[in-house]
Nanobody
Framework: QLQLVESGGGLVQPGGSLRLSCAAS?????????VAWFRQAPGKEREAISC????????EHADSVKGRFSISRDNAKNTVYLQMNSLKPEDTAVYYC???????????????????????WGQGTQVTVSS
């Protein structure tokens, strides 16, 4: 059972930066998993914003964060990072990481709703962008 723990959230001023981490555990290597970052603001639907394939070779970002956010992974540390720059008040939300994977092949992801199902979710970390 893959377990995911997010960290790095907090309060930041507009224009500032944060780096979120998604640490994975509870699996036996080799286990290949793609990771997507989602966010949900109060009163809004959850949206996928960034994702990275199990190899790290493919990444995707939603238009709302393209050019400001980047995603990377360190498979030696079983951790995926979301670097968020030029933060705006509308980025305020609870951020979740989610994963899909298995023991064979490369696993991909997408920010388009409904294309993939994610089997494992973290508990979320709050990001607040405010002056």
């Amino acid at each position: 059972q893959l377990q995911l723990v997010e960290s790095g959230g907090g309060l930041v001023q507009p224009g500032g930066s944060l780096r979120l981490s998604c640490a994975a555990s509870g699996f036996t290597s080799p286990y290949n998993y793609a990771v997507a970052w989602f966010r949900q603001a109060p009163g809004k639907e959850r949206e996928a914003i960034s994702c990275i394939s199990s190899s790290g070779g493919t990444t995707e970002h939603a238009d709302s964060v393209k050019g400001r956010f980047s995603i990377s992974r360190d498979n030696a540390k079983n951790t995926v990072y979301l670097q968020m720059n030029s933060l705006k008040p509308e980025d305020t939300a609870v951020y979740y990481c989610a994963a899909r994977g298995g023991y064979r092949g490369t696993y991909y992801c997408a920010v388009r709703p409904g294309l993939y199902t994610y089997d494992f979710w973290g508990q979320g970390t709050q990001v607040t962008v405010s002056s």
